[in-house]
């Protein structure tokens, strides 16, 4: 089905009430620092990433699936079709009233427009919502038509994933069967400095990184947020080529440390407090090698062994991370890798050209099915 050929969304528009019934009062909840890397269950709480951690508890499951959670604070959209616990606050479960077409109802949440408010609950402004109701068979063709798109993103993405794994295996063939000299990560990492997060109250407002641009893999300058500040922030925190920018905290220890470089200058994003920025040494390493070497277990095992935990997050700080000891190969062998990391890098940027399209095409549909 294309676009010109979208199913008549003919009948009224129905509050929010009518619609949807929360069903998330009286759900027990888990304290993020009770997440843990792995488990029998996923916590699903209003983040980003659809799960946050996962839960070995007995009790508190929530097992009337498929339904839809909304972060309240976040204004995210997932689509829950497992038994999955709770994560803190701000968790909104909804389910459909008017057909069992519980995806259908996803991705007219996910394309119900609010006004952002930063940190302040939006479910008000949700409940004010009214919401197109077509038949059954064109509920179906939309998800058919939406699904689909979601669908070869996730096919690209593994595409994306593949790739990675093939400079790694090469990383792997080219280092790591070889003892190389280690120096501190402080002479590769210079001026080392934390990020500025946004206040509550200022005149001054910006694009702000938020975590996910460097713990997913690579750096995604697409991961934002507005912010506001007292004052306008300075150069040095905000994002430009040949800095490396690291996970200060977080409540998964798998992400604590975790790095990433942008290949370009980006003056309209600011980086938070939340990350530590630092000037890649050119002299010593390849920005390249860097970015893998970071991610292996030996050094893995150092910024884990050295992150502190407070409230259930774990944090690291720049000495912590000055004292992290990295291999360091000859430069000549770094440039190898990074030419052969930089080819492969052209087929990523294709892949990400293709999902940028397909998300095109998805926002299209949907403002066409839904408005």
């Known amino acids: 089905m294309t676009a010109s050929s979208k199913p008549p969304f003919a009948g009224e528009r129905v509050p929010f009430s009518k619609a949807f019934a929360e069903v998330s009062k009286g759900v027990s909840r888990i304290k993020q620092r009770d997440y843990l890397p792995a488990g029998d269950y996923p916590v699903v709480d209003q983040g980003q990433e659809l799960f946050a951690g996962y839960s070995n508890r007995d009790d508190g499951l929530f097992s009337d699936i498929p339904v839809i959670v909304f972060g309240d604070h976040t204004r995210h959209v997932k689509y829950v079709d497992r038994p999955f616990f709770v994560g803190a606050d701000g968790v909104k479960i909804l389910k459909p009233r008017l057909s069992n077409n519980v995806r259908y109802w996803y991705h007219a949440l996910r394309n119900t427009h609010l006004e952002n408010l930063g940190y302040s609950r939006h479910f008000k402004l949700l409940k004010q919502a009214t919401f197109c109701v077509p038949d059954e068979e064109a509920q179906r063709m939309v998800c058919d038509e939406l699904d689909g798109i979601f669908e070869l993103i996730k096919l690209a993405r593994r595409q994306l ?156 700080n720049q000495r912590m991370l000055s004292e992290v000891l990295l291999p360091l190969p000859p430069l000549s062998l770094q440039k190898e890798f990074a030419a052969f990391a930089a080819e492969v890098a052209k087929s990523q940027v294709a892949v990400r050209q293709q999902i940028e399209k397909l998300r095109t095409l998805y926002d299209s549909l949907a403002q066409d099915y839904f408005g």
């Open 161 to 316: 994933s593949l790739l990675d794994e093939l400079v790694k295996s090469r990383f792997v063939e080219m280092f790591e069967s070889t003892e190389w000299p280690t120096f501190p990560a402080g002479s590769v990492l210079l001026k080392m400095r934390n990020g500025v997060s946004p206040s509550k109250e200022g005149l001054c407002h910006a694009r702000v990184l938020t975590l996910s641009a460097i713990t997913q893999g690579s750096f995604d300058a697409e991961s934002w947020k507005e912010g506001a500040y007292p004052s306008d922030p300075p150069c040095e925190k905000r994002v430009s080529a040949g800095e490396f920018y690291i996970c200060r905290g977080n409540g998964n220890r798998d992400l604590v440390g975790a790095g990433e470089y942008s290949d370009t200058d980006l003056p309209d994003l600011v980086f938070p407090d939340t990350m530590i920025a630092a000037r890649i040494n050119f002299d010593l390493i390849s920005a390249a090698y860097l970015r893998y070497a970071w991610g292996r277990p030996a050094i893995r095992r150092q910024i884990e062994s050295r992150a502190r935990t407070t409230n259930g997050t774990f944090k690291i």
